[in-house]
């Protein structure tokens, strides 16, 4: 299984802002480090793990490097060439290239080649290598020229095989490759010509290769979008001269269409290959591995910005210019097995097969499903509920039969017959057999995703209203109900499960401040936490009286009192009543409360600003209506949404009058209360003489009858 | 039954002491409390919680410590720096010692009872051996600084603990010395305060000590290290008090916010040996202070300022749920305080240092039933008659013909002559009272008020004849030879011609006044009697026992009455016998032999014995029967305990003539008022 892991840009890439991309990424002699050359003139040594860069040189303006630098093992040092013949070496504690050794070589540079465990290769733009070693003990040396006239040299690699070190380059002349290996211990070079298919429009845009004891296995990628395998010897079997190499195909439809800067591919490991271009037509470039063992696709990443077509592969580190920076996906392959492969494909069942129920019913013992046989001798032994359990084999088994008949009929059958079906079951449904019903719901959810259009909301409604059933047992509902704004089924959801976790609550939340009032009218809504705030309000102004100073106590700024009027309309306020009354906790609530946009968040305040007002209005503290939120709800929700959106709140200019008006209100009544405080003692002498008046004295005369 | 005009008395300003410490004695289940006027109190748990002796109090003992030793040994020990011992038998102090360490704040009997251990003012720890007859002092401990608020013994013996001003200190008892000292965090809630008294101290067997200060901490000690293991904050006031059950798996804390936590040693995980101590229930049964909490085998038993002594059976404990399970709250005395002149209708209240006497008031009209009546005439406070001495009033009685009032402290016996000429009152004190009269626990004068009779507490009855402002000894009835209980109970007939005494646990007897003789011995039962009262014409002897039974047995017969024997035979009502509070008062209508009336705190009930008894089927208490039932279901339903529960808390109830009953209640409210106010908590906002 390969995944590929978040990605992080290195900084200070401006030397990457060029469209056409790096001249090359390059391991340094430690670990983690990496040379990264750009196009023109600069050279950066970059530590991945800390993002940042260790070293930069550049060449003198006018010159150009032309050969991404490397790192000479051996020594340490770095090499790079620039002006296609000016070789320079130079070490970390270099500060201008201008002033470090310097060998100008008598032919054009094409690449300098450096690996872990030999001297660094120059390959010369005429074919021809040479080892650093004997390169530089003579610079001027006559170069001798392998190709022909008009072949170019497309790619590149070094292996070390069995510590011969292997070159391989691939050549083009008239849309032919040719492929050479050169083996530098044996001073052999071997070419090959690499034979397209029948296809012969197609052209190859990218190679990698990596090696075996005995071939390198060279794969291609073409403009056709497929993966192509060529097995090139690395001892060639006879001296015959231009051997002729078949390739393969390993993939199909990798990539679609190429964009300008054209697709890549990259050797992760010996099962997986990874590829930077678009998988559609007219789709956006994607980083994608690929397992080539089992074919399939392990993951891919979208690159909306765009590439340079250009990918390295170091230490699982897969390094790419992304839209104008260098970034870093670290990507890991693990052991490729067909398990792993298929990691996306696991969920698929094949239709035909007996689902298993997906909940276990603690109830009865495990091995007794819904109609087997032996359950009923089972459950006979289950020392607990005995006297039933005596009773109730025939209602079990038909009642399992019924499920049964309902899940077959929920996998094809029409929304009616499922209905039907469905009020079969609940005639016989008894509460001990909440699994049944959390299969039900999750064979629907199922149907409903694997066809959108498919969406029994009745029969859901039908089986929520059940009462047994909770979040866990069918998480999938809230979910769906969510993409489909069924606002309805969510607060039914709300008033019934008691483990809805917070982030689920809280996008409930987000609907119902987010939700248009127009599509809420259509709705029934159970409004049975909602009273009718417009009765009361008139009430209320009538018994509003001229304001009086009493006990020279002045309740501050009545002038808050604005004309309370709700927010939001009255089904918007049960929904989100619902919320209020959902049960929570707030450490898991709070980061997902942030989420909330400001407008809804400064409606949501509003409006429990407003329940407070209305609470604030009785001496009982409480909310008129059938199950109102308390004020320790409203309260909590209150503190809740300040803490997670206080700085949010703060800028917007009307919720800044709404905290102004809401902390005046608190204040207020902090002082009330401290008022109350104060006179609690005459409120005690006041009692005491109320008292006085009800008992009658301390001496009476009075009449009893005993009967 | 009949209508009755009742005169409602209200203007009893009785306020029960505060209770300072209660002890319990888990051999013979009985209850000591005392209260901040000294007087203590003997409750038996076993006998429906009856408080059956108590001592009286004295003003310049303040008992602040309470224990039994040795078994059923008695001691206190208070702010005059005495340790006393108590005669539970002859019902009177056996002897005060000096401890010669200023006030005493602590008193502890050692896990074998054998030593007695006081903390006082001057810091010093002293520790007495209990011998048969005495106690004798043996040694000090190292003096601490200050005051010695509390002692704790280690079960085994061999060390103590004992909690002071700001530190604990652990002292070896073999050596006497100081050993350990743990100093008190005086912090609270982050302020400082002054000092942090240690209020109380329990040391376990394991070596653990826990105490209770005044930062409202209840704090767990390691005695071996002196290092603090776990602190509880449980309170904004005070912790006053700690108890520890015997098996040390549960202890109980008061706070002077009238709260009472118990703690319970919990498994950490179920099946865990590892175990650890957890608040489990807080109860709020008190207003004010709980200065004192004990915990007995099955219940915990707090007590404070706000006078109820409460007792709290834990329901794991129990292990019959029947109504001994239920909740006890002890506001009142089980006994008269009142006592009552019919002829003149005058009411005498029995105070702790004064008594009131009062004249009732009268009206012209009449009414139906729940009517309250124009008064044409007020009540009248005639008397307020002050005590000489420090000594509370131990009993009082008026006589029936309103010219005697007697009453005695625990030393001196005080007669007066009342005259009344019209509107004034003048008294006079008879004087040269013989020798043996010296104190009485029970005083009654004859129905014609020519007799007085006298129980004193050595046992003795002295029956005294009245004359005209003097008097003349006329016999003395000696105890049965051997014993030397105390009589606190007396009846005699109308006729007077019988007397009838009970002590606190052997039976009744009755005595010839004629033939100046033991006339009988009603036979012993395993309960004691709360009151007992003589019928008139027929003499039966009427009985009320602690666990709610009541007997008739004939004086001329010695025998039971058939009804009687018909009461046991069937079983009185369940819940008659469900009731918490005695029988403390009984008395007959004089032209209705048939009825008997009887009330405890909660009811008065009067027994038509003509009547069929209820069973446990039939409605014990129906206060209003439909007016248009008929007379066959009336008949039907009609039994013979006719109840009603209008006035409570009901001190005295009784016929001043054949229509006129007086009752006299003294309402909680009215007390609670005289109550310090309670630590204030806010009502308003947080």
Known sequence: MAALEEEFTLSAVTLGARPDGLLGVEESDKTDHFLVTDRSRTVILYKVSDQKPLGSWSVKQGQIITCPAVCNFQTGEHIVVHDNKVLRIWNHEDVNLDKVFKATLSAEVH????????????????????????????????????LSDGEVIKWTKFFVVYRHPVLVFITEKDGNHFAYVQMFNSRNLSKYTLLLGQEDNSVTLSFTAYVDRKFIFLMSLSSDGCIYETLIPIYPSDTEKNQRLVRSLLLKAVVSGIPPNGVTLTILDQDH???????????????????IKFQTLQTSKELPQGTSGQLWYYGEHLFMLHGKCL????CKCGVSSLAGALGKLKHTQDPGTQTMPHHVNWEIS?????????????????RRKKNEVSLQPEVAVSEAAVSEQLLSTIKNGSEKHIEVELRKFLAKWTPDSHTAVGDIITGLLERSKAEPSFYPRNCLIQLVQTHVLSYSLCPGLMDTALEKTDVQMLQLCLQQFPDIPESVTCACLKLFLSIGDDSLQGININMESVFDYSNTEQEEKMEEQPEILRNGFNPEDSNCKETASCPVM????????????????????????KDIPAQDITLFLQYLYFLYLKCSENATMTLPGKHPPTLSQIMDWICLLLDANFTVVLMIPEAKRLLINLYKFVKSQISVYSELNKIEVSFRELQKLNQEKNSRGLYSIEVLELF | MGEFKVHRVRFFNYVPPGIRCVAYNNQSNRLAVSRTDGTVEIYNLSANYFQEKFFPGHESRATEALCWAQGQRLFSAGLNGEILEYDLQALNIKYAMDAFGGPIWSMIASPSGSQLLIGCEDGSVKLFQITPDKIQFERNFDRQKSRILSLSWHPSGTHIAAGSIDYISVFDVKSGSAIRKMIVDRQYMSVSKRKCIVWGVAFLSDGTVISVDSAGK????????????KSHLIANADVQSIAVADQEDSFVVGTAEGTVFHFQLVSVTSNSTEKQWVRTKPFQHHTHDVRSVAHSPTALISGGTDTHLVIRPLMEKVEVKNYDAALRKITFPHRRLISCSKKKQLLLFQFAHHLELWRLGSTVATGKNGDTLPLSKNADHLLHLKTKGPENIICSSVSPCGSWIAYSTACRFFLYRLNYEHDNISLKRVSKMPAFLHSALQILFSEDSTKLFVASNQGCLHVIQLLEGSFKHLHTFQPQSGTVEAMCLLAVSPDGNWLAASGTSAGVHVYNVKHLKLHCTVPAYNFPVTALAIAPNTNYLVIAHSDQQVFEYSIPDKQYTEWSRNVQKQGLHHLWLQRDTPITHISFHPKRPMHILLHDAYMFCIIDKSLPLPNDKTVLYNPLPPKNESDVFRRRTAHAFKISKIYKPLLFLDLLDERTLV????????????????????????
């Not at chain 1, 290959?273 to 397992?291: D, H, M, Q, T």
């Not at chain 1, 009255?570 to 409360?593: C, D, G, I, M, Q």
């Open chain 1, 111 to 146: 690449r300098v080649h450096s690996i872990q465990g030999t001297e660094p290769v120059v390959l010369f733009k005429s074919g021809a290598a040479r080892g650093l070693e004997a390169l530089l003990a003579e610079p001027q040396q006559k170069i001798e020229t392998v």
């Open chain 1, 273 to 291: 290959v990874a590829v930077l271009g678009p998988p559609r037509p007219s789709s956006k470039e994607c980083l994608s591995i690929w397992n």
């Open chain 1, 327 to 330: 970034t870093v996906v670290p």
């Open chain 1, 366 to 382: 495990p091995g007794c499903g819904p109609g087997s046989q032996n359950s009923v001798q089972l459950r006979r032994t289950l």
């Open chain 1, 570 to 593: 009255r089904k918007r306020a049960a929904l989100l009543n619902a919320v209020l009354h959902a049960a929570y906790s707030e450490t898991f609530l709070l980061p997902h409360l």
């Open chain 2, 218 to 229: 209840v704090q767990f000690w390691d005695s071996a290290t002196g290092t603090l293991i």
């Open chain 2, 663 to 686: 009752a006299v209640e003294r309402p909680l409210d009215d007390i609670i008022a005289q109550l310090p106010p309670p630590i204030k908590k806010k009502k308003f906002g947080t």
